[in-house]
């Protein structure tokens, strides 16, 4: 049906099947089979701890992946909360994921930064120590559409409840993020993506 109404609206939407199972290997491996005989266009992750916990996810993944085709999406739903999520899943085979958190977090003033920059990946804005904080968000971040910004200014943003401060914050996050994705997507086809790892874990 889904095909039929591609071709007759003329919209290409693909069209994925999302295993299930929780933390249980058995139901997460028998989900993988029956959703991997299916002729979807790709093949989906989902459930409560994909992305919210890694190791579980980690796990999940390792389970299902001897089952899912290799030719085929992989999507992992929900994962984005950390930058390291990306190094992991993509080491395990991820093509795609998605989640709330970088624009719920930014809206809180939690920014994602470089490692070098601090250890958690992210600084709170909000904290007093921005107060007066010239430098740009993430200095090591280049051509972000909102790098011109410093932190001094989005501290006050925020603590006026400006409503500009939530768009800057979330554009920050999703542009590190979609940064850090490309950097990926090259180190992979330059046979460099443990070395991108080591820099970034």
Request: charged residues 25%.
């Amino acid at each position: 049906k889904h095909k039929k109404n591609t071709k007759h609206h003329g919209y290409n939407q693909f069209l994925f099947g999302i295993i299930q199972g929780a933390n249980h290997k058995n139901l997460r491996e028998e989900s993988a089979k029956i959703i991997s005989s299916m002729d979807f266009d790709g093949i989906a992750i989902g459930g409560e701890s994909v992305g919210y916990n890694m190791e579980a996810t980690k796990n999940i993944l390792d389970w299902v992946n001897p089952i899912i085709p290799e030719d085929k999406p992989h999507y992992t739903m929900g994962l984005g909360h950390s930058p390291k999520d990306l190094f992991d899943v993509v080491e395990k085979g991820i093509d795609i994921f998605d989640c709330v958190s970088p624009t719920r977090m930014a809206r809180n003033g939690t920014l994602f930064v470089h490692k070098k920059i601090s250890n958690t990946y992210r600084i709170n804005i909000t904290n007093a120590v921005h107060k007066r904080d010239k430098i740009t968000i993430d200095p090591l971040l280049e051509n972000s559409p909102v790098g011109h910004y410093s932190r001094a200014y989005l501290h006050h943003l925020f603590n006026t409840s400006e409503l500009l401060a939530y768009s800057i914050a979330s554009m920050h996050n999703l542009y590190f993020l979609l940064n850090l994705s490309k950097q990926i997507r090259e180190a992979i086809k330059e046979n460099r993506f443990q070395e991108l790892k080591n820099e970034w874990i």
